[in-house]
């Protein structure tokens, strides 16, 4: 009967994901049937994690963090764990050959987290390699389902789309990253005389990300394609939207692109796809 708790293991991903992330529990749904499960499973072990590091603050989140790590790393081994999140992510990793070094610079950027209050230049570049693009990687082998040449082609566009969601999750979060984390993510950039040179600076960049993530979703398998360009639209949304916004909102607000204009994005998305105009 290890098929009902592999079944359950792989509910409590997709559960994690709908607590966590209307947007992207959103997304997923939108892919072909045989992609979404795995990239629950992806999803709900990278929250977990994060969990860890981000709101832990009562317990001794190094070592629940290590214990993690290794739990992690004995579940794909084995091929089995007694963690319903560690059972579903091995499943995939296992199933799909995901490579242990995206797994291990996952880990990286989240030990990071733990003791890093400010980032240089090189720490802000291995943070975004290691939590957001090797997530898009880990995906993008699920998308190729075994297309070596296909993964090789589509890996820049895919670390580009995850260091943009995750930039433009910083630009979001400042507020609470900034006075309750005690982080700052951005190099050089000094939140208690944030400019509007700094904002315009950070977002040229952004801009870029979003660019050459565009013309790796158009070159996308069918399967997957659909639900990454409404991620990405979501994603895009939400960027403009910061972009029109003061450095002082930033600050003092959580900038949300709320659900009857999430509604308008897919409907949008939709047309454009059944138009094949993606």
């Known amino acids: 009967m290890i098929y009902l708790f592999n079944e359950l293991s792989q509910q409590c991903s997709k559960a994690t994901t709908e607590k966590y992330s209307t947007s992207f529990n959103s997304a997923i749904k939108l892919l072909h049937r045989d992609l979404r499960v795995p990239i629950f499973n992806i999803y709900g072990f990278v929250r977990f994690a994060d969990e860890i590091v981000d709101s832990f603050h009562d317990h001794n989140k190094p070592e629940l963090l290590s214990e993690f790590k290794k739990?992690?790393?004995?579940?794909?081994?084995?091929?089995?764990?007694?963690?319903?999140?560690?059972?579903?992510f091995q499943l995939t990793v296992n199933k799909y050959n995901i490579p242990h070094h995206l797994i291990d610079a996952f880990f990286k950027s989240m030990e990071m987290d733990l003791?890093?209050?400010?980032y240089n230049s090189?720490?802000?570049?291995?943070?975004?390699?290691?939590?957001?693009?090797?997530?898009?990687?880990m995906c993008l082998y699920?998308?190729?389902d075994g297309d070596e040449q296909q993964y090789t082609t589509l890996k820049p566009f895919a670390q580009s789309?995850?260091?943009?969601?995750?930039?433009v999750n910083f630009l979001r979060d400042v507020k609470s990253d900034y006075q309750q984390l005690n982080r700052a993510y951005f190099p050089g950039v000094d939140f208690k005389d944030f400019t509007t040179a700094m904002k315009k600076q950070i977002e040229a960049d952004i801009t870029q990300d979003f660019i050459q993530a565009f013309e790796g979703?158009?070159?996308?398998?069918?399967k997957a394609k659909f639900g990454v360009y409404v991620a990405y639209k979501y994603y895009l949304s939400l960027f403009k939207k910061i972009q029109k916004a003061n450095p002082v909102r930033i600050l003092e607000h959580r900038i949300r692109i709320p659900n009857y204009g999430k509604a308008f994005i897919l409907a949008k998305a939709g047309v454009r796809n059944q138009f094949n105009l993606l």
């Open 71 to 88: 739990e992690t790393h004995i579940a794909i081994k084995r091929k089995i764990s007694l963690n319903p999140i560690l059972n579903s």
């Open 122 to 137: 090189n720490d802000y570049k291995e943070y975004i390699y290691g939590s957001a693009e090797v997530v898009g990687l």
């Open 142 to 144: 699920i998308f190729c």
């Open 115 to 118: 003791s890093n209050t400010v």
């Open 161 to 167: 789309l995850g260091a943009a969601f995750q930039k």
């Open 217 to 222: 979703i158009k070159q996308l398998p069918i």
